[in-house]
């Protein structure tokens, strides 16, 4: 999640939402008053046809509903503000709230628990290095919360028949320069993109660190725009989400069969380490979220959130992740404790 603008005396945040997980945090924080403004659709009359047509309304929230089959929060509301033309203010709406999407909301009061889940949720992003590379330039850049800052940008020795090794030295001094930031700023993947072949013999020197590979137009600052507009950095999060999952599952397994007593399993089980605070990691699979059992849903986000309010963390599996059916078959809700209770 990207906070785009926060004004504290007036109550308004607008926000970019990046991924599922924020979805379920804007589902946690969105209570019944406040007020959102959003790109939606709506089918309005045109003389004697019904069509459907974007707009931007503001609605004023009754109540929302998480959908994780579809990463969609529903956001279900009387409309406050509306293009006059069309004639809907006053009537109920549903804003279907997806990853890429922005909205604005506005409360009266922001209570110290929701701005500390936003925050948090806007500061857990991967440690990702931008490096863009032709045979005769680099530049390398660091994405953050605030925006983009540009690390290093150098022009590299031209290649020519008479020095063959050329092409390699420029290759091994970039790699070098990439391998120092990463150990400096503890960076977790490299994109490694540029105009042609030269990527890959840079990559060739990028040991131990994992490396997406993609194509730009030139090795600058319109090559750093133009990778900045793709869906590849949402691609590497989602990769890098599902990793991390991963790597809590097999903690999970290890405590299992060690006997730890560190693993929580089962509504009933994973609620009561919740209120002791026990629980460090929670993995939910996205079928106890489905709107089609109410009264179970609605148990399962109050858990969710009981650990959340203790700084637990808690990860939504999608039955696309690698570890959907072991989850599912240890109930869908499995937890890894900080300490035993029993």
């Keep these: 999640m990207k906070i785009l603008e926060f004004d504290d005396k007036k109550g308004i945040m607008k926000l970019h939402v990046e991924n599922e997980d ?3 945090v804007l589902h946690l924080i969105l209570k019944k008053g406040d007020k959102v403004i959003a790109k939606t659709t709506r089918d309005v009359s045109m003389g004697k046809e019904s069509r459907r047509v974007p707009m931007i ?17 529903r956001i279900h509301g009387k409309i406050m503000d509306a293009p006059e033309r069309f004639g809907i203010k006053g009537a109920y709406h549903t804003i279907n709230l997806d990853i890429g999407d922005e909205i604005v909301i506005e409360k009266t009061h922001w209570s110290k628990f929701e701005l500390d889940k936003i925050k948090r949720q806007s500061e857990k992003r991967i440690k990702l290095l931008i490096v863009l590379v032709d045979f005769d330039e680099y530049l390398i850049a660091l994405p953050m919360t605030q925006g983009i800052r540009i690390l290093s940008e150098k022009s590299l020795r031209t290649p020519n028949k008479e020095e063959e090794s050329i092409i390699e030295d420029n290759a091994k001094e970039v790699a070098n320069e990439i391998l120092s930031y990463v150990n400096s700023l503890r960076i977790e993947i490299v994109l490694l993109a540029g105009p042609g072949p030269f990527k890959e013999i840079v990559s060739k020197y990028l040991k131990n660190i ?12 319109a090559g750093l725009n133009e990778i900045l507009r793709r869906d590849i950095i949402d691609q590497i999060n989602r990769d890098y989400e599902l990793s991390e999952e991963t790597k809590i599952m097999e903690k999970i397994m290890e405590n299992l069969a060690k006997n730890t007593g560190l693993v929580a399993y089962g509504k009933d089980e ?3 380490t919740a209120e002791y605070g026990a629980i460090d990691k929670l993995l939910v699979i996205e079928d106890l979220l489905s709107p089609e059992n109410e009264e179970e849903r609605i148990q399962i986000e109050e858990i969710m959130e009981n650990v959340e309010n203790k700084n637990g963390e808690v990860l939504i599996v999608p039955k696309d992740s690698p570890i959907y059916y072991e989850v599912k078959n240890l109930t869908g809700l499995i937890a890894l404790l900080r300490f035993r209770i029993n």
């Design 57 to 73: 309304i503001e609605l004023e929230v009754e109540h929302t509903e998480f959908q994780s089959f579809t990463s969609r929060l």
């Design 22 to 24: 924020d979805l379920w």
């Design 210 to 221: 994992k490396v997406y590979i993609d194509s730009v137009s030139s090795a600058t600052r």
């Design 270 to 272: 994973v609620k009561k």
